[in-house]
């Protein structure tokens, strides 16, 4: 029920050309969330409970440049970043950073991608909305039912370590942390009180992930029996602390090569 108008396809189309691109060109738009855009619009608010969402856009680099290598323009989106993305490659656009960014620019970007791969902020909504691909990373480590809305497509997560141990929470020692535990209520007191470090996902991690999503896009399949078998189980303790009923028919889906190396989370 949303569509561009000729003259809005006309006017992106011209204002595309400013990066170098086309309307047949293929583009993906890739996001970090950091703490830049609500600190400039709403200075007088606290937003540190959403820090532990943030994430640096040069972990992107290696996947940004796979992506580059099978095709694709890489869009960086944002309008107000902490970050500039530096790289060599011609097909890698630091367009948050850049002089032609607009409000129509984002939307039009956003819409006509071929995926969108990046953070669990609000700017997925606009190629939800569009019915693009979205490929979460590093999302919230809990509650995965109500922070991923981003179904069907698959995502990666953050992972605790338990500072006094130095290992890394299983799922079950996650879950267990607190009954009300979700995406918003996360301050660095929590982190402090429970001994807990956060840990983004690694560089190579998110390039594994790329590989992985570029197979899917190609009409691959990326999942084995013994991927769906972890997954399974994944789901199977999750649902031991999170009353399915809460979830919609559709099932959120862990990236299965971040499954692979994370076999841990189901000790």
Known sequence: SIYFTKDEIDKGS????????????????????????????????????????????????????????????????????DEKFITNNDKII????????????????LANCNFFFGSDSGVGIIPLTFQKPCYGINHAFTLFHRSRWLHPWSFTFKRLKNLDTGKLLSLKETMNLSDNINIFNLNKNFFIKNKLELLDNSEEEIKSFAIEIDK??????????????????????????????????TLPRISPSFLRSNLDLLN
């Not at 630091?94 to 970007?109: E, G, M, Q, T």
């Not at 896009?217 to 602390?241: A, C, H, L, P, R």
């Open 94 to 109: 630091d367009y948050a950073n850049s002089k032609f960014r607009s409000d129509f620019l984002d939307v039009y970007l």
């Open 216 to 249: 899917e896009m190609s009409g691959n399949y990326v999942e084995n029996k013994e991927d769906t078998k972890i997954q399974e189980e994944f789901w199977k303790i999750y649902f031991q602390y999170i009353n399915k009923n809460e979830i919609s028919k």
């Open 14 to 81: 011209k204002l595309i050309e400013q990066f170098g691109l086309t309307n047949q060109d293929k583009w993906i738009c890739i996001h970090n969330r950091d703490s830049s855009y609500l600190k400039n619009t709403i200075p007088s608010g606290d937003w540190s409970a959403h820090h532990h969402r943030n994430f640096s856009i040069n972990s992107m680099k290696s996947a940004s440049e796979f992506f580059a290598n099978m095709g694709y323009y890489v869009i960086r989106m944002g309008s107000v970043v």
